[in-house]
């Protein structure tokens, strides 16, 4: 992408109009016990006087007036990008111990400020709050953030539509799309950098956003990219292996997940407490809490009761701690997504939402209905044909049993792999699981990165044969690559009646391999599929290209 690309992108991420600041207001308005930051270098006088209009963290994304912030990086430090910054319009400059020297070179002569502060990525988050003025109390959107291993995606689509069925104007921030009213940008991350999240908040406020549902991965609370923002309401899915290549441990894990769950980032929180991690969640936070049971096992709030299938879907109850009852349904396969929505109903009920409006709202509009691309999403009917995003154990299992059908007669086919350079303990797992769930298991490569697929593919393999040799499980395992030929085999061997399941990558629509994107899309691989060997693809599928 050129540098007019990114400007283009990272002005979209902005409101059209901000104020324009001099560094000493800016740094005056700062939260209360950050140290001091320190003009070193530049500028006319001590004051502060540079005028600002945004902030960022990436050389590439600099429009004129910004603030552009010098923070180490995994191979090079931002301080070399200094004169890049400057020549895109850079009004100043803050940076660590680290990085002065060199920023300090970089703006000899130019009369640009220069800052330090230590450590400089804690300043990050609080000074793009401050300059694009996207939190409290100025009348910013209600802010939902969701976190958790699995679900996080459904539930802020589920709080967008529900939001949307009782009156409000709705945002979105997540690994799909970010939306802002009609306004829709692609999204790189499941959140974006901290800068860009503010810039976006303050977007919202000036179009009359008046919801907004956040992805919150751990990596966003590891890597910062939620610092500054104050959730109205946070709420947590569950917890299952994922991400040991970042966090080394469940319990790592969790306190990332944890870290949301704190009033210098949330007012209110709603957690599922039908796993382990969700209760002790509940135990730790001091936030006020309403906890929420789909299982029955847990004692909760609220519960979920009298689940039945309709369709593809669910009718379930909603049951409240002062006896109230909301009935509603899911349109979308699997408990999980019982789960998803009734998550997404009591956050909006915890903020202030009457049981009767959001009853009326999910009677007359179906919010859990709403498609949410590549997950769960049908592509064909008859065989069933289903794209997902499951990528690890837990998810994959789910997603197996919920597509099961009970006729006896009806087989289920998953196309599945493993991302490269990830947590590799998590491979002969899924392998082990699609073997006990599934008629057929074809492996094939998902997003191998930089890691030999056939390495990866072996993984998988392994867990699978395993499995299956130690159980004496009647599966067929086949390997098939590339992606695009296991797709079409598995819709080749399908019959009328049978399911196909094409798990691991969803609404993504690159695979990456060894540094190039490749274009690879499983929706419109497994539509193409089915209408080469005599079936029907479902028109109307929302397909991101």
Same mark, same amino acid.
């Given at each position: ?56 963290? +990436? ?7 910004? /603030?552009?912030?010098? $923070? ?7 301080? +070399? ?48 709050? $401050? ?57 790189? /991350? ?25 992805? %919150? ?21 569950? /917890? ?37 991690? #969700? ?31 309709? #369709? ?15 009935? /509603? ?50 592509? #064909? ?5 289903? %794209? ?35 947590? $590799? ?29 056939? $390495? ?56 990456? %391999? ?32």
């Amino acid at each position: 992408m050129s540098i007019n690309e990114q400007s283009g992108a990272a002005a979209r991420m902005r409101p059209d109009v901000v104020v324009p600041r001099s560094m000493g207001q800016i740094l005056a308005a700062l939260p209360a016990g950050l140290p001091p930051v320190q003009l070193v270098g530049g500028g006319d006088n001590d004051d502060g006087a540079a005028s600002i209009t945004g902030v960022t963290i +990436d050389s590439r994304e600099v429009l004129r007036g910004d /603030l552009y912030i010098a $923070v180490p990086g995994t191979g090079r430090h931002g301080a +070399d990008f200094t004169a890049q910054a400057v020549a895109e319009g850079a009004s100043a400059v803050l940076t660590d111990d680290a990085g002065l020297e060199t920023a300090a070179a970089a703006l000899r002569g130019t009369g640009i400020p220069l800052y330090r502060a230590a450590p400089v990525r804690d300043y990050v988050g609080p000074l793009a709050a $401050v300059v694009f003025d996207s939190q409290p109390p100025r009348d910013r959107p209600i802010l939902f953030g969701v976190t958790g291993t699995n679900g996080k995606t459904t539930t802020t689509y589920f709080l967008n539509a529900l939001s949307a069925a009782l009156g409000l104007s709705t945002g979105l921030i997540g690994t799909i799309e970010i939306r802002a009213g009609d306004t829709a940008i692609p999204s790189a /991350l499941t959140t974006p950098e901290s800068p860009q999240v503010h810039g976006i908040l303050a977007l919202m406020r000036e179009r009359g956003i008046e919801a907004a549902a956040m992805e %919150v991965s751990s990596h966003a609370v590891e890597y910062r990219r939620v610092d500054g923002v104050q959730f109205d309401v946070v709420g947590f899915t569950n /917890l299952t292996q994922d991400h040991l290549d970042l966090h080394g441990t469940m319990d790592e894990y969790f306190d990332a997940k944890a870290a949301l769950f704190s009033r210098n980032r949330a007012d209110r929180a709603v957690i599922i407490v039908d796993d382990e991690w #969700g209760r002790r969640l509940a135990r730790r936070t001091d936030l006020e809490t309403v906890t929420l049971s789909v299982s029955g096992g847990s004692p909760a709030d609220w519960m979920v009761s009298g689940i039945s299938r309709v #369709g593809l879907g669910h009718a379930f109850t909603l049951e409240g701690p002062a006896g109230e009852e909301l009935v /509603l349904r899911c349109g979308l396969p699997g408990i999980f997504n019982v789960a998803n929505a009734a998550l997404a109903a009591v956050m909006v009920l915890a903020t202030g939402t009457t049981c009767q409006d959001l009853q009326r709202a999910a009677e007359l509009h179906d919010p859990f209905t709403t498609e949410v691309p590549g997950r769960m999403q049908l592509i #064909g009917e008859n065989p069933a044909a289903i %794209v997902d995003f499951a990528h690890n154990p837990d998810a994959l299992a789910l997603t197996l049993e919920s597509v099961r059908v009970p006729q006896a007669d009806s087989r289920l086919l998953i196309v599945f792999g493993a991302t490269g350079q990830r947590d $590799v303990s998590k491979r002969p797992v899924m392998g082990a699981t699609a073997a006990r769930l599934a008629d057929v298991v074809i492996i094939t490569d998902d997003d191998p990165h930089d890691e030999d697929e056939a $390495v990866i593919r072996a993984g998988v393999l392994e867990g699978a044969q395993g499995a299956k040799d130690a159980e004496n499980l009647s599966c067929e395992i086949l390997e098939i690559f590339p992606r695009a030929a296991a797709i079409d085999q598995a819709v080749a061997l399908a019959r009328k009646g049978d399911i196909v399941l094409v798990a691991g990558r969803g609404h993504e629509v690159w695979q990456e %391999v060894k540094g190039v994107n490749l274009p690879l899309d499983d929706r419109a691989e497994l539509a193409a599929a089915l209408t080469r060997h005599g079936f029907s693809a479902l028109s109307g599928n929302r397909i991101e290209s």
